[in-house]
């Protein structure tokens, strides 16, 4: 396997893993910043207030992007798992 090859899949790899954690981050940061400009109009200072609702879009990004998240990691193994078993003894 030669050095460019490497480096490829190393960059796809990583391009891969942000744009597939953005998904739940960018949905968490949403609600974050909803949730702090409520607790700024109302004076609310509570440390916990954000943590249920941050879980929650979380994990609801998640399964809303599920399907098509593990669409991507498997257009992206499959062709890498055939070019390592070419590579062979």
Do not use: Y
Not at 59 to 70: E, K, N, R, T, V
């Amino acid at each position: 396997m030669d050095g460019d090859v490497v480096l490829r899949i190393g960059r796809e790899s990583l391009v891969l893993t942000l744009i597939l954690s953005a998904i739940p981050v960018l949905a968490a940061m949403v609600v974050g910043l909803i949730i702090s400009l409520f607790q700024a109009a109302t004076q609310i200072q509570e440390q916990t207030l954000t943590f249920v609702p941050k879980i929650v879009v979380t994990f609801a990004a998640i399964a809303i992007a599920g399907p098509w998240m593990l669409q991507q990691l498997i257009a992206f193994c499959v062709p890498l798992f055939e070019e390592i078993a070419l590579v062979g003894p």
